[in-house]
């Protein structure tokens, strides 16, 4: 008795959804765009490390190995485009090229440069100039003079190694090399660092399945207003099986979600010019875990939502403006690592932030289950706490 009243109740919600087209597409579309359109948009942003390139103009007077040293430390800092001028170029010329090219940094230095560098007392830094445009910030600006007194470092390093061969045996070498650099979120893999993809697939894939609360939530209050719900009680069934066959075709549906969206990582974000969604080691296991535990989340959600609403109309506002909410201090919009401290420990109170999470430990670190058993436990606790309340709330509209 009780299957077939699960069976009933999940047809007749699948037709529901199955005639409302528009609904359906929306579920489907509006992530899918967002994966599209964030993912290629931020693609530079990320690969830079958070920052874009910014152009430097250098006019090199001395045309020698010790300034070749200073351009060459500049040029290893993957956050600067390097563009040496030909011939010579005065210093109101410089600016207007600067100003014409729209570069962040205008760099020169002056004949003499390798004569002082050599010199006792000579004072290399005095021919070295640096330019920058209102555009950059202090930080970027730091960055560049960093990498000149780098140069600038090993250029008379070099010097001294030279005047010291006839004396002493001097290795200079390791002045200026590459450090060792690898990302703890990077598990096992060389070089691994998180792309724009791999951000905005899951967090765009969390924020598509909880928008599910607007037809369930809907669905639920028509029936409610047409006493549909009322007779639906009257049946010897029991409320249990009755919610089931309701909540089990939207269940499906946030499967299918997440299987898109991992889909349009992986074909159409590179198909368009983008990075493809590295899935090479993930756990199948860990993603199947955090796709039901962000899905019951919802559903939790939309029936809490349904609960608390008079009208469709409220609902939809309640449950689409409540999304935007989470999305927002749940680092789906904005990452959570380019906010302040104090809004990245608001981030936590998002049901959002625990699915993203989640499933960036997967991606990131190839975690397996029991590594993200803690974001999935709070999931599935947040959608039976709204299961909960809404039962609460239904039973109290009901004296």
Same mark, same amino acid.
């Given at each position: 008795?009780k299957? #077939?009243?699960v %069976?009933?109740?999940?047809?007749?919600?699948m &037709?529901l959804?199955?005639?409302?087209?528009?609904?359906?597409l929306?579920l489907?579309l509006?992530?899918?765009?967002?994966?599209?359109?964030?993912?290629?948009?931020?693609?530079?942003?990320?690969?830079?490390?958070?920052?874009?390139v910014a152009?430097? +103009?250098?006019?090199?007077e001395?045309?020698?190995?010790s300034?070749?040293?200073?351009i060459?430390?500049?040029?290893?800092?993957?956050?600067?485009?390097v563009?040496?001028?030909?011939?010579?170029?005065?210093?109101?010329a410089?600016r207007e090229?600067?100003?014409?090219?729209?570069a962040g940094?205008? +760099?020169?230095i002056?004949a003499g440069?390798e004569?002082?560098v050599y010199a006792?007392g000579? *004072?290399?830094?005095r021919?070295?100039?640096?330019l920058v445009?209102?555009?950059i910030?202090?930080?970027?600006e730091?960055?560049l003079?960093?990498?000149?007194?780098q140069?600038?470092?090993?250029a008379r390093?070099?010097?001294?190694?030279e005047r010291?061969?006839?004396l002493?045996?001097?290795d200079a070498?390791g002045i200026?090399?590459?450090l060792d650099?690898?990302y703890l979120?990077?598990?096992?893999r060389d070089?691994?660092?998180?792309s724009s993809v791999?951000?905005?697939v899951?967090?765009w894939?969390?924020?598509g399945i909880?928008?599910?609360?607007i037809?369930?939530?809907?669905?639920?209050?028509? *029936?409610r207003?047409s006493?549909? *719900?009322?007779r639906?009680?009257t049946?010897?069934?029991g409320?249990?099986p009755? &919610?089931?066959?309701?909540l089990?075709p939207?269940f499906?549906?946030n499967q299918l979600?997440?299987v898109?969206m991992?889909?349009?990582g992986?074909?159409?974000v590179?198909a368009?010019g983008?990075?493809a969604?590295?899935v090479a080691?993930?756990p199948v296991?860990?993603?199947?875990l955090m %796709?039901?535990?962000v899905?019951v989340?919802a559903l939790?959600?939309?029936?809490?939502?349904a609960?608390l609403?008079?009208t469709?109309e409220? %609902?939809?506002?309640?449950?689409?403006?409540?999304?935007?909410?989470?999305a927002a201090?749940g680092?789906?919009?904005v990452p959570?690592f380019v906010m302040?401290? %104090?809004?990245?420990?608001?981030t936590r109170?998002?049901?959002m932030a625990w699915g993203?999470?989640g499933f960036?430990?997967?991606?990131l670190e190839?975690a397996g289950?029991?590594?993200?058993?803690?974001?999935a436990?709070? #999931?599935?606790?947040?959608?039976?706490?709204?299961?909960a &309340?809404?039962g609460?709330?239904q039973a109290?509209?009901? *004296?």
């Open positions: 008795m299957r #077939l009243v %069976a009933a109740c999940a047809r007749k919600e &037709l959804l199955w005639r409302d087209p528009q609904t359906l929306l489907f509006m992530p899918a765009v967002f994966i599209l359109v964030m993912s290629l948009a931020l693609q530079d942003r990320f690969e830079q490390g958070g920052g874009t152009t430097a +103009l250098v006019v090199n001395d045309d020698s190995d300034a070749g040293t200073v060459e430390s500049l040029r290893r800092n993957e956050g600067f485009e563009v040496e001028l030909e011939g010579p170029v005065d210093d109101d410089f090229r600067i100003h014409a090219r729209d940094f205008g +760099l020169r002056d440069f004569q002082a006792d000579g *004072e290399p830094a021919h070295v100039h640096v445009a209102p555009k910030d202090r930080q970027r730091a960055l003079v960093a990498a000149v007194r140069g600038l470092g090993q390093m070099e010097a001294l190694s010291l061969a006839p002493v045996q001097f070498g200026g090399a590459d650099v690898a979120y990077g598990g096992e070089g691994a660092a998180p791999q951000q905005n899951p967090a894939l969390v924020f909880f928008f599910v609360v037809p369930l939530s809907n669905t639920m209050i028509r *029936e207003q006493g549909t *719900e009322q639906l009680r049946t010897p069934a409320a249990a009755i &919610l089931a066959g309701k089990l939207y499906a549906l979600q997440a898109a991992l889909l349009v992986l074909l159409l590179p368009l983008g990075a969604l590295e080691g993930v296991a860990t993603l199947l %796709a039901v535990a899905s989340a939790g959600y939309a029936l809490l939502v609960a609403s008079s469709t409220q %609902a939809a506002m309640l449950g689409g403006g409540g999304n935007i909410i989470l201090i680092g789906i919009m959570e302040p401290p %104090a809004l990245q420990a608001v109170l998002s049901p993203l999470d960036l430990l997967a991606f190839r289950p029991a590594e993200v058993l803690g974001y436990g709070a #999931l599935i606790a947040f959608g039976l706490a709204g299961v &309340l809404a609460w709330r109290r509209r009901s *004296e």
